[in-house]
């Protein structure tokens, strides 16, 4: 069951990821002197995927505390993962617009340096994940540290905006009009978030069945030294 | 070691532990009976130290429950009424035996601690160094202290982690008294060992577990004091 | 009954502390050679740095890495002769436990940041006391939040092979955010501006950070210390 609907999903979202490629770089009428404009179509819904992850590891995490059952654990940690994979294309393209735009790699606004903090409070969860050998103890550990950086990241993303900032103001503002954005340009942002969510939930899906074969691999061994 | 008659002191009932898919005890579910001392024997890597800790609280059952007297062993309630001796001797280095005795004297809540604690002392014949930093001690007394943090509240239930194993004579004669004293008053004992005769000889009940599973689980026999790899050959452990 | 167990624990640590003053020498005397090393970094004698306006910094940076140095001990020291079992087969509340440990590691990191607050005042000639009162709420409040993060993360890693590496990692990047308000309040009160419209915001986000916090540890505690 689990099959199909990877390459169903793996389908749909490179589908849509090329339809809003050809929409962003034919169809929409991008004002042409904002240099690189167009690489807010991955920029944004890039950090919008990385959320969507964290908060899918925050649930896994949840469930799996409460459960305890395996499954959640592996999926949390591909959930988060490949969030912190989203979040890094989405500094990534942050930089480089912000050199375009701005003619700085990087800048101390308040907006890039919240992204940072949370990019480095799930590598600080990778890393905790590498460093304890026992599963159940690393699953345990890690849905504790998942929440944490969930919450952390709801806690940052909130406290950012009683910053002064020099970012463009949230993007959800778009609905406003805000910005140079006007509502018929918007919607690629959705669509390209949910290619991306598809493409992550793949990739999580492979991770999490990675995961589950780690840990076969360690019961058979743990039983090998057993007897 | 089951007996409906008699008051059931501590009942497992399928518990299972995992480590990742690995399953350390497998349907684990016996019942001790109160006043019974259990030896639990078990090659190294058998479970008893994760069985114990289960026991104990200190870690929880992938699946199924402990109770010790009906109640879940996670209940402060409960976990008043039970004594807990691990590898380590659980004392500060930085603190001295008295300051280490009302520590938990004081986080069990017993009443007029001065009292049970000298007594305590006397029984361990630590009275000369009462205020001495265990820092400062010998091994064998700072495992008779440990014997002593353990017999502090009076507990209704001893849970003991190879108790024998890393003791000195003088420290085996104390725990051996207390424990008889303790299982003349009716109290329950469940200790881990690997084929000791101090333990085998103070058992009532024996349980030995192999790869995560009981496989042996009754009274205790006097082949196995006469000799003590019985259980092991029988069982095609050497 | 669970502020007695609290108490108990908290001067379990204190005196055990008192005896030896390990920690609290060390976290102190790093405190100070960090405060010291500022003066390297840039030169106090120029008159075009004003040292009110970055004193926030410097004192936070200081109190926040010493801070690490102690939090990393608080629950290690309990591994020495498996102390932690004894703790947890007691009949106290994980979160009971929480707090004793929170509590002394407070007080410990109350009394060095103090007294380094004096030390940096004769270094760095900078006057503290005009208010000192909001200047000890903004200290209590952004010590409360290393303590409390610091005191989980040292639960969470106190099995784990690189524990004095990964609190460190992990722990900082949660800190950004209350550190960040308690270096601009810091910084604001040397500078004689007292607390106003202008950063009331700041003391709102350290509060709330706080309560935030200090809840999630005590919904998760157990989780930690119990496997």
Known sequence: ?227 | MSSAALECALEVRGVWKYYGDFPALRDIAFRVIQGSTVALLGRNGAGKTTLLRILAGLSKPSRGSVTIHGANVREESTRRRIGVLGHGISLYDELSAFENLRLFSKLYGIENPAKRIDEMLERTDLTRVRDGLVREFSRGMRQRLAVARVFLHDPEVLLLDEPFTSLDDRAIGVLQSLLNEMHARGRTIVMSTHQLREALEAATHVAMLQRGQIVHAGERQQEMLDDTGWLYRTYGEN | MYLRQVLTIAAKDLRAEWRTREAFNASFAFMVVILVLFSFAFDPGNSDISIPAIAGGMLWIAYSFAAALTLNRSFARELQNDCLDALLAAPILASALFFGKALANFALLMVMEIVSLGVFSLLYNVKVLAQIWSLLLVIVLGTWAMTVMGTMFSALTVNLRLRELMLPVMMYPFLVVPLSAAITLTSDLLNGISFGAENILWLKVLVFFDVLFTSLVVLLIDVVLVG
């Open chain 1, 1 to 227: 069951m689990r099959e199909p609907i990877k390459y169903v999903l793996l389908t749909a979202s490179l589908g849509l990821l090329l339809w809003s490629l050809y929409k962003i770089g034919y169809v929409l009428p991008l004002e042409a002197n904002v240099a690189a404009y167009q690489i807010l179509y991955l920029h944004v819904p890039s950090f919008f995927a990385a959320f969507t992850g964290f908060f899918l590891g925050l649930f896994a995490s949840g469930i799996y505390l409460a459960t305890g059952n395996f499954k959640y654990d592996s999926f949390a940690a591909g959930a988060n993962e490949v969030a912190l994979m989203f979040a890094t294309a989405g500094l990534a393209s942050g930089m480089i617009w912000a050199r375009y735009a701005w003619g700085i790699w990087w800048t101390w606004d308040a907006r890039l340096s919240s992204m940072l903090l949370c990019w480095l409070v799930y590598v600080g969860y990778l890393f905790l994940r590498k460093s304890v050998e026992e599963p159940t103890q690393r699953a345990r550990l890690s849905a504790v540290l998942s929440i944490f950086g969930c919450v952390n990241v709801a806690f940052v993303y909130k406290s950012i905006e009683w910053y002064r900032t020099q970012h463009p103001s949230p993007v959800l503002s778009f609905r406003n009009g805000g910005d140079h954005m006007g509502p018929g340009l918007e919607a690629p942002i959705w669509w390209n978030w949910l290619a991306l969510v598809c493409l992550g939930v793949v990739i999580a899906m492979v991770r999490m069945q990675q995961g589950e074969m780690s840990r076969e691999i360690d019961a058979l061994r743990r039983q090998a030294h057993s007897y």
